[in-house]
């Protein structure tokens, strides 16, 4: 299993997978409509996005996604049989790592309201913080760690990351 960043030739295979969770599933016609495509998402991976993907034998298996312009999470998918081995858990740390560096200090999420649901114990499991139901989506946040000594410094805060975060996409 190998982690790496993602490339702009990885993104069908990422809208694939974003299409084929076990939970969660955005069928291909959805995500276009709600703009998702391989030229909106390379724009994006070019200028705000970020992310890394997991592949096994070089099959890409699970990615995860971050905007550093408005500290959001944007969005992971693991395929089904790939599930509960600790891959979703290290794709999210990636860009939890990213937006706190980009001087993030509180990041935020949106998932489904059903707190059923395997991602939603998930990011619970993962130190986020239920932040309510709006516009019939959840809302979750994480606050950056502190820091724990003396030689550590605050990452730098960008003009933006005091302020409350904007809604986003449904991911
Ligand atoms: C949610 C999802 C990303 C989790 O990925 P995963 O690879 O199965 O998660 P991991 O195996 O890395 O789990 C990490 C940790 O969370 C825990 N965990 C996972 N789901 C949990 C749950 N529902 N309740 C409690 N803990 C949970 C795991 O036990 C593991 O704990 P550990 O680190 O102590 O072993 C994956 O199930 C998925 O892609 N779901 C479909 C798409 C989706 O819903 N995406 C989010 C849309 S907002």
């Not at 969660?24 to 390379?42: C, D, K, Q």
């Not at 993030?104 to 395997?118: A, G, P, V």
Request: hydrophobic content about 35%; glycine content about 12%.
């Amino acid at each position: 299993m190998k982690f790496r960043q993602i490339l702009e030739t990885d993104i069908p295979a990422l809208l694939a997978i974003r299409s084929a969770t076990r939970q969660n599933a955005i069928p291909p016609e959805r995500l276009a409509a709600m703009g998702i495509t391989t030229s909106s998402v390379r724009d994006m991976l070019q200028t705000t996005h970020h992310g890394w993907l997991c592949e096994d034998g070089g099959r890409v298996v699970g990615f995860a996604i971050g905007n550093g312009r408005t500290g959001e999470m944007w969005v992971i998918a693991i395929l089904p049989d790939y599930e509960g081995r600790g891959i979703g858990g290290r794709l999210l740390r990636l860009v939890e790592d990213w937006l706190w560096h980009r001087g993030w200090r509180r990041i935020w999420l949106t998932t489904d309201t059903d707190t059923r649901l395997r991602a939603y114990g998930f990011y619970r499991q993962q130190g986020w913080i239920d932040d309510g139901v709006r516009k019939n989506l959840r809302h979750l946040i994480k606050f950056a760690p502190r820091p724990t000594g003396p030689g550590d410094k605050e990452p730098p805060a960008g003009d933006s990351a005091a302020q409350a975060p904007p809604r986003g996409p449904a991911d």
